[in-house]
């Protein structure tokens, strides 16, 4: 006749929410305030800025018109994308982000290739995108995108007619390392961040726990006391929320523990643990008051409900019968009090006293019956 405990997480209950809100209110906030995303554009912003004004201070006049005009069109797309990264639209930021990143040195490419000019800085700048887009993209999609764009640039140096200007197998070279690196960055990046992941999830398991293990009792698996009176200082601060509460005593429980030992006593406390729970709907709470009693809060209760869920609990500890094979052994029975809010009281510890008075009542009436307060 062994005990498996119910394991029970008390957050899931929606009436649970307000005290959650109170536990998780003293834990420090470890999210970013402020997204990642956010400080890229400000960095991009910045650089936007300063090539614009060596755009108008070295740039050649002929070329001149065409670089402003497309640093004017990246700042502005930056300047959307932030704006629909605060408005919380991350994907389609996101997607702006890296887009414009690549797209603005590739038209400094083409440009340059049909001009005939021979520069390849803009071909170095192609790695600038891949390395930040490391930070966000998965690794296979930086290893297509490394990819595509290493097969342009040597394409683009093999139909260029001014590729004899330069080292072109340097340039290829560099642009491949530096896919190459974007590709590895973001695999670290990725796998630590899975790690990461993992670690706060099992953080949080084991706060959940810790949090379980803190407001329950070890040996019944019900709410503890310190929960009980949280709960009931939660509970009388809505005058609006009705609610019954159930004492319950086990009757001459000592002489249970005295005729049949200890371990059937804990035998009993489990058992009428587990009848006390399963005769209760997922909102209501049973707590274990004391040694011997509990206390059961039912929601949105009544009068006669009250009365009907106490006579039936009542009745199922009742069948436990005996708690051991001692013929001398003292049948389980028990009394119980019934208390209703606010009629009996309209704070935790009037309440209380009420619920206390109809179990002292019924145990001096003779004991294993109920009395209403």
């Not at 899931?12 to 420090?28: A, F, G, I, R, V």
């Not at 755009?55 to 006049?61: D, G, K, W």
């Not at 949090?211 to 009176?229: E, K, T, W």
């Not at 119980?336 to 009629?343: K, Q, S």
Request: net charge neutral; hydrophobic share 45%.
């Amino acid at each position: 006749m062994g005990y498996k405990r119910e394991r029970v997480i008390y957050i899931k209950n929606p009436l649970h929410q307000s005290l959650m809100d109170h536990y998780e209110s003293s834990k420090p906030d470890i999210q970013a305030k402020v997204p990642l995303l956010f400080y890229l554009h400000a960095s991009l912003l910045v650089f936007l800025i300063i090539t614009a004004v060596l755009v108008i201070l070295l740039t050649p006049q002929n070329n001149r018109i065409f670089y402003l005009s497309l640093v004017l069109i990246s700042l502005t797309t930056i300047l959307v994308c932030n704006m629909l990264n605060w408005r919380g639209r991350y994907a389609q930021a996101l997607n702006g982000t890296i887009l414009i990143m690549f797209v603005a040195p590739w038209v400094s490419i083409f440009f340059e290739t049909f001009s005939g000019s021979g520069d390849v800085i803009p071909m170095i700048f192609v790695i600038i995108p891949l390395q930040i887009a490391a930070l966000f993209l998965a690794t296979k999609s930086m290893l297509l995108i490394s990819g595509i764009q290493t097969v342009a640039v040597i394409a683009n140096i093999i139909f260029s007619q001014s590729k004899g200007n330069y080292n072109w197998v340097s340039v290829v070279c560099y642009v491949f390392i530096a896919s190459l690196l974007g590709s590895v960055t973001s695999y670290l990046i990725r796998t630590q961040y899975d790690k990461l992941l993992i670690s706060k999830e099992e953080l949080a398991l084991n706060q959940e726990r810790l949090r379980d293990i803190s407001i329950r009792d070890a040996l019944s698996g019900v709410y503890n006391r310190r929960y009980m009176d949280e709960i009931l200082d939660l509970l009388t601060k809505t005058p609006e929320q009705r609610f019954a509460l159930l004492m319950i005593d086990i009757d001459h429980f000592k002489r249970v523990n005295d005729t049949c030992g200890h371990s059937a006593g804990d035998f009993v406390i489990q058992t009428v643990a587990s009848i006390l729970k399963s005769a209760t709907r997922k909102k209501d709470i049973v707590c274990r008051y004391g040694g011997d009693e509990f206390l059961v809060i039912l929601i949105d209760c009544a009068y006669d409900d009250a009365l009907s869920k106490a006579t039936e609990m009542k009745r199922m500890v009742d069948a436990i019968g005996c708690a051991c094979d001692d013929p001398d052994a003292i049948h389980v029975t028990a009394s119980i009090g019934v208390a209703l809010y606010p009629e009996n009281g309209a704070s935790k510890e009037t309440l209380l006293r009420a619920v206390d008075m109809a179990l002292y009542q019924a145990k001096e009436e003779g004991r294993n019956r109920i009395k209403v307060i």
